[in-house]
C-alpha cells in the first residue's frame, strides 16, 4: 500500500506518496526544510523574500546582485518568456493585480484600456537585462517579477536533489500538482499512474497515464484560481503579449525531465494554445504535452507526439495532432 503524507505549503497542498508510511514522514521532512528555504527566495506574496527585495530596485540603474539560485530561475524564466514571444511573461505582477489577482483588491468590471496599458507598460519584458553573471537590471519604474508560472516546478526539483541526495527511492514528490517521480513506484508498476483532473468538474478524471522514474507533470487550469467579472470567469494565467486573461483553454498537462520545465510549459502552452504550442514544444526535447480546449459541452484531449499510455476517460474525445 502506497502512503500519501500531504501538508499544507506556498498557499496550495504538498504531498509526499512512497511505499512506507515511516518513509513518506522522512520525505516530508527533507522536502519542507527545501520549501522553506525557497519560498524565502522566490516568494510573491512576502515582502522579506529575495524576491520582493529585488523588485524593491526597479527604477534604479543599479545591477542588482542574485542569489545564485535566484539568478538560475530568473534567467531560465526570461528564456522561455523570449522563446515564446513573451507569451509566458514573469514581469505580470501589475496585470495580474489589475486583474483582483495577487492579493489585490477584488475587481468587479474589467480594468480600462488605460489601466491595462499602464500594467503592460510595468511588464515589458525588453528592458529587463542580466549584465553580469549573478546580476540583474530592473531599469523601469514599477516592474515587478511574479514567477508564479514557474517557482513551484524548481522547488519540485530542489526537492527531487535532495530526497536523491539522502538516497531515498519510489517517492512521488507533489507540490500543487507538480509532480516528480523518484524511481518506479510503489506498486512494482513501471510508473506511477497519474490522474488529468477534469476541468468542467463532471467526472473524477480527464484521463491517466503513466509518470516514469525521474519524468515531472505539471497541469495549469483556469478551474483553480480564477475572477468573476459580471458572470464571466476569467483565469490566473495570462497572455503576457496583451495582459488579458486568457480564453477558450480549460487546461493543459505537461510531461517534462524536469519538474520546472513542466511547470513553465503548461502555463505557456495553455496560453499560446494548441497550434503555437506544438511549435513551441518542438524545441523541448523529451516533453509532451495534452490541451483540454473549454467546450464543456464537447470535452476533447489534444495530445502532442510522444504519448504511448494515456487513457481517456470515456467522456472525453482524444485528437491527435
Ligand atoms: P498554478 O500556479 O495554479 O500551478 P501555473 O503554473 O500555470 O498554475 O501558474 C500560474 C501563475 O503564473 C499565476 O498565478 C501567475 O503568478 C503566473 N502567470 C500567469 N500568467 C502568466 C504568464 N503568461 N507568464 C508567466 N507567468 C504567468
Ligand atoms: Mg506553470
Known sequence: MSRRVQWPEMGTVAAVQSPQREMSYRAKEVCTAVYTEADAVFSTWRTDSELARVNGYAGTNDVIHLSPSLDRLLRSAFALCRESGGAFNPLLGPVMEAWGFNGADPVTTEPSAATLQAALARAEWRDVTFPVPGGIRLPRAGLKLDLGGIAKGSCVDAAYAALEKAAFRNVLIDLGGNLRALEGSAFGRDGWKTAVRDPFGKVSFAGSFLLRGGEAAASSGNYERFVVIKGVRYAHIMDGRTGRPVRGMAATTVVA???????????????????????????HPGCRALWIPDTPDEPTIILSDGWTDFHAHPRFRIKNR
Open 257 to 283: 525531465p524536469t519538474a520546472e520545465e513542466a511547470d513553465g510549459l503548461s502555463t505557456v502552452l495553455f496560453v499560446l494554445g494548441v497550434k503555437d504550442g506544438m511549435a513551441l514544444l518542438a524545441n
